[in-house]
Every structure is written in structure tokens, then in C-alpha cells.
């Protein structure tokens, strides 16, 4: 990400040749980038050894996935389609833990079969009928119980996931009920206590009231849990400006709460790993002068990336091209689409841009490409991965024949 | 739709069998419900007799839109894959407008190729590159522009469209330069005059608004304009409480209008004609307790229907059978998808429900299919057609292979 020149460049790629050979617009990753991002993450957290699940949600391409799994990462699922996905890419179903309020009797059964390594259960029917399908086919099923810690996450009200509001896992006291039965059950093995407080968390204070509530709660339940896993949410740097979350003094806390509790710790970090290693490069198709702004038009669009209309995200913009020209003028950056939503940020002291320029939206590893759709039957874009020199083409753009 | 039995039906098609033979969740469309609104649609305008385009955009099902082509409809489309769908589905040319603020140079030259009706342009830069490409093509290009009256639509601030800070149509002053400009270039025909200032507008008063500006705006630039698009916007009844826009009235302030303006009406209407013709079948995975409310979790997620995560929408939802026992609960139905989003309506007073009974999301035929995605990995869902006895498949549901 070196860029001594004028020009963009993406582990030496200029994004100006990339946007000539293969169009606009590109979903761009570094591998480099990804790396280092997860050698960070493994030494912050190296005094706790964990087991590192990727969450497959964050992004689900099949050739990132098989770079994960040969970095030596597990995954977080949450659907069959994930489940599928990642053992496909390699990983080893005794590194999958599988998530999610809602899982079918297909989804459960098709799990057991492959022998992941958890299934992490919501709710009281979840388990009934995991142990149902277990009983049917004669196994000892290993799963995990999902505790709503009743903790706010400090994070945007949308990507919240541990309030007593909210429908993830289950209250104190169902948890409890919840591990007794589990205890006498013939068909489970109750390994893992787990829960997931939100995302893009920036603070480690949600963070230490969790592992508190979960201190008091093992100590509830009497019950040793072989594995905790603490899920995701570590807030990264959309900003540039070095706001993220300090992994450090969240392992340092990790380490006190080990002293009594001697569980192997799980993590699920996708936007942490891979939230900072995505751009997605844009051409400029018109400007036009609007009522105390000029409305910069994208060829990119809320259905290739969803972040700024869904969760009002921010993501920064930069030009492809650095000069020195600032404009006065306020720009707002809107893509195609017929929709007001459909804008990706306003702001002022940018360069001036021409129209036919390129632009790179910064940050779009995760939940980017995952939640993209065909609205307005646009064809989804193409995502090419960076590795040293070469430039893979990690998916193909969908052309207008595969949508017609 | 009628339902005097306790089982609720589409057009005499009890929703439990289609379910039973479909699995669920399914989108399920009634035909005779579109032509009863179209009907009605066409009746309260008959005094205008205007050019109905419908708005692919809210719904592009290529079945759906052959028969709104057999019902006589044109088309509005906002992208080349809209335009050559609507194309394909025997939509005639000169009954089709482009609308959008992003048209591309590949885009245009289709559209100047196929001889639509009209390609509305929303800034100067546009038509300078529809009259480049036109005398490129030695071509005369039938044109419109788009005005942006700096209207309050009263809707939401996310489908307000009309307003001066949004990204649509030209202003005031550079309409009328645009208008002098195209009355000169040799290679446009400049015929229509278009608008549109938002979607689901439930009260006049904006559109009289509208058509003041437009009246004041049109005697300035001393033009005659064959066409005046109206767009859409219009209002319909999601909450079953028969609010929805007095379309007598619409048409009775329009045809004052056009004592002094003899142009004829276009008009894009998409939710107005399909929204409520929509329905979501769903089943119920668990029913979970938590904190003051059970939560309903559907096998319908997010991903499938977009329209509460994204534009806080309210959607109603009855149960398929129903039954005398209510429930002092309250019920928050929610999807299966790992995001606190993926929510869909909380309510009083409900039926007592069950796992595994089915349940229907309403009014979903406009931006309900055309907004989905596989986020989670899931596979899209199926949509059915009831078209008088028979029950079509008109979309098929999307297979894992499909996905991974």
C-alpha cells in the first residue's frame, strides 16, 4: 500500500491499470494486507492461544476463503450455505463453529454429519432439536449454548447483539436451565458457553462487563466449559485515524478472566481481518452541480455495496490519482441507482475531480461483496485478489446474460 | 383473496398447500390482484388517458412483466439490464423511458438502438453524451429532461426524491439553459418534460405543488413539451387500513393542468400496481422467549425481504390459519440472519402461534424480490404466479449447487 508516487497503488498495482484492464467497478483485496492484519490479531493475542474462527459472513468468496483456511484459520457459519462453502475451501470441519437464531433440521443434521466442531444453540426449541436429529442418528453431538449477556456494545443500535432486546442467545436464567439439561442429555456433549455482544465495537469496556457477566455465570452453572467463545465484533479503523480497538488490553483482560477459568478461547473476527483489506474502485460517470454541492455520480451503487445505506456507514474516498488542486465545493458521491439511499458520503476539501476519474471507496473487506444483490438488475462486480505480483480474479463480473 | 374459510388463500389457493408442495419461504404474487389495481389505476386517470410505464425496478420478474405487457403496459427502466428485459418480455420500444441519473455511454448507445420513447436525462453532462453518441449513430434522439421542483414529498427521507439536496433531475435555471440548449442541437429531440418526487406519497399536496412548479417552469421556457412524465410515487395501503393516495384527486388536479398544458401524461407507477399483490409465505423455526417478548423466528430473512432493514418499513403479517386465541405476548418477528436488522415487525395482541405455522409478510410486491440477496449465503427464494386456477412457477428457487 506504499504510495510514494501520485498514483494509487495496491501492494504496487496501480489502481488506474487494474480499472483499464478489467473495468470499473472492482472489489480489490491485498492478501498482504490480510495478513498482516491477521499476524497483529494472532500476536496480541498470543499469551491466549485461541482458536480463530473466521466469519464467513463478513465475506464468503470461495478463493478468499481457501487463503484463510491455508493461513490456518477456522470459520464461523451460519447457514448451510457457509457450512458448505468453507469445507469446500479446505477447512477442517473440527475448526467450524456454526451460529445463527434459526437453524433448520436440514441445516442441524447436515452439521452433525460432518462433525463440526460446535453448534452453537440460540434457544430451548434449538436444542430439542438438535437433540432430536442426534438421537436419530445414534451420536453424542458437540454444542455450545449462546448467552444474551444483557450488555450494550456501545456500537450502532443495528449491529448490536447483546442486549436483552435483542433475539441472539438466551437470558441468565434460560442459560442455566439450558446447561442442566444439556448435563443429563444421552446425545449432547456440552462443550462451549458463547455470546456476541455487536460489532465494530471500539471500546474494551463492553468487553471487560462481559467477561463479568460471564465469571458470575460459570460460577451459576457449576459446569466447566471446555471452550468460550467470545465471537467478534473488534472494532477496526474506518476512519484513518487509528481508532480501533486496542486488542492488547482486550487480551490482557482475556488473560485475568483465564485465571480462574481455564476454557480454550474462541474468536470470530471477520471485519477485523479482513474489514481494512478491501477497496472498491469506482469510475467517475458524471458531475453534476446541485444546490450548494456537486453530486459526484459513481458507477459503483448501493446494491454493490450495501454498508452506507443499510447501517448510515462511512467510508472514506479517495482519488486514484493524487493532485493538489482542492475544491471549496462540497461533494456528495452518489451511485446510479433510483433511490436517495443510494449515496456513499458528503464532503468538503476533497480535489477536484473530473468526470471519467477514479475513486477508491476504502474498507470494504467486510460485509462488502457478502451483501451486495441485483437491484435494479445491475450485474454484480468483479473481485480481484492481490497476491505479490500477481492479480487473481477471484470472481468474474456477472454479465448481462447471466441476469437476463 | 377471498377468505371465508379460516385458512387463508390467494385467489382460492389455500396458502397451507402451496407451502406443502413449494416449502417455504415463497413469494407469491396474485395476477388478478395487479389487474384489479391496474384497472383501478386506469379508471381514476381515464380522463387523461395517460402512457402507463411501469416501473421495473420494483419488481423485474420477467414473467411478471410479460403479462403487464400483455395488460398494455410500457416500461420504465433504469439500467440497460431493465431495458433489454423489458425488451425480451415483448415490451414495445416506443413505450419504454430510461430514467437515472448514471447512464452510461454503452447504455445510451442501447437505447438510442432500440428506438425507445424516451431517454430522460437528469444533468447537463448526460445530454451532451446522448448528443455525442446520437451524432456518432447520425441520429436524432428523442430526449427529456428531468426537473428537480424542490418538493417536500412528505414520504420518507429515503424515498424522498425531490427535493433540492437530492441527487435527482437539474434545477430550475439549468433546466431552462438544458431546454435552450437541446431546442438548438441537431441531433436531439427534446419532447418531454419529467419528474418525480418520491414513492409511497400518501397525500396530494406535494403533487399539487408539483404541478405549480412545473406550470411556472414550462411558461419560462416558452417550450411546448409533447410529454410531461409524472413518475410515480403514488401511495398504496400497507397497513390495511385503506390510506392510500386519492388517486380522483391526482388525476383531477392534472387535468386543471392540462386546460393550460396539452402535453400528454406519462406516468411510472411500480408499488402502486404490484405492491400489495405480493405475499411472503414463511414458516416459523422456533419461537424463543426473551426479555418481555417471544421472538418469531421465521425461515424468511433480511436477505429475502429488505424493506424494514433498509427503509424501516412496516409490513403487516397474518397467520395462514387463523385462530380465536390471542396472545397477551408480544411477538417480534424476526429472520434467521446473524443481524440484529434482520427484523421484521413487533407486535400486540396477535393469534397464539406455533413453531412450524405459517405465516405471511404482506404487500410485498414492490421492492421486496428486486432488493434480495444471498447475504448468509442463502439461496433466493422461489416466486410463484396465481393466475386464475393455476399456480406458475415463475422464478425457481435457487439449489446450494446454485450458490457454492
Known amino acids: 500500500m506504499k504510495n510514494s508516487s501520485r498514483e494509487f497503488r495496491i501492494d504496487g498495482h496501480k489502481v488506474k491499470t487494474l480499472a483499464q484492464k478489467y473495468s470499473t467497478p472492482i472489489y480489490c483485496y491485498s492478501l498482504k494486507k490480510i495478513k498482516t492484519k491477521l499476524n497483529n490479531f494472532k500476536k496480541n493475542f498470543k499469551k491466549i492461544n485461541p482458536l480463530i474462527c473466521f466469519s464467513v459472513k463478513s465475506n464468503s468468496n470461495k478463493f478468499l476463503l481457501k487463503e484463510i483456511g491455508k493461513l490456518g484459520l477456522g470459520a464461523d457459519v451460519v447457514s448451510i450455505g457457509e457450512l458448505v462453502r468453507a469445507l469446500n475451501s479446505g477447512i477442517k470441519p473440527n475448526q467450524i463453529v456454526f451460529s445463527g437464531v434459526g437453524k433448520t433440521v436440514n441445516e442441524i443434521d447436515y452439521a452433525i454429519r460432518k462433525k463440526i466442531l460446535l453448534i452453537n444453540a440460540e434457544s430451548k426449541s434449538e436444542i430439542l432439536e438438535i437433540e432430536k436429529i442426534a438421537k436419530y442418528q445414534k451420536k453424542i453431538v458437540n ?19 447483546g442486549k436483552k432486546e435483542n433475539k441472539f442467545g438466551v437470558l441468565e436464567k434460560t442459560f442455566i436451565n439450558l446447561v442442566n439439561y444439556s448435563k443429563k442429555s444421552k446425545n449432547l456433549n456440552l462443550r462451549c458457553l458463547s455470546v ?30 471446555e471452550y468460550i467463545d467470545l465471537g467478534g465484533g473488534m472494532g477496526i479503523d474506518y476512519k484513518n485515524n487509528n481508532k480501533e480497538l486496542d486488542l492488547k488490553k482486550y ?32 469510475k467517475i460517470i458524471y458531475i453534476k452541480e446541485g444546490h450548494k454541492k456537486d453530486f459526484i455520480i459513481l458507477d459503483a451503487a448501493m446494491n454493490d455495496f450495501m454498508r452506507p445505506a443499510l447501517y448510515k456507514a462511512t467510508h472514506r474516498i479517495i482519488p486514484a490519482q493524487k493532485k493538489n488542486n482542492k475544491t471549496r465545493k462540497i461533494y456528495e458521491f452518489v451511485g446510479p441507482i433510483c433511490e436517495s439511499t443510494d449515496k456513499f458520503l458528503t464532503t468538503k476539501n476533497f480535489q477536484k475531480l473530473n468526470e471519467k476519474d477514479l475513486i477508491i471507496i476504502c474498507d470494504v473487506g467486510a460485509y462488502g461483496m457478502s451483501l451486495s444483490s441485483n437491484y435494479n438488475l445491475r450485474p454484480k462486480v468483479m473481485e480481484l485478489l492481490i497476491k505479490n505480483s500477481e492479480v487473481k480474479i477471484i470472481s468474474k463480473r456477472q454479465t448481462l446474460n447471466d441476469l437476463i
Not at 456476541?196 to 466449559?225: A, C, D, R
Open 143 to 161: 454444542i455450545g449454548i449462546r448467552l444474551n449477556p444483557n450488555i450494550d456494545a456501545e456500537t450502532l443500535n443495528q449491529i448490536s447483539t
Open 196 to 225: 456476541h455482544i455487536g460489532s465494530q465495537i471500539l471500546n474494551v469496556k463492553p468487553y471487560q462487563k462481559m467477561l463479568n457477566v460471564l465469571e458470575k455465570i460459570i460460577k451459576k452453572t457449576n459446569y466447566h466449559f
Open 251 to 282: 487480551s490482557f483482560l482475556i488473560k485475568k478472566f483465564q485465571i480462574k477459568n481455564t476454557s480454550k478461547i474462541i474468536f470470530e473476527p471477520g471485519r477485523s481481518i479482513i474489514g481494512n483489506s478491501g477497496f472498491l474502485i469506482s
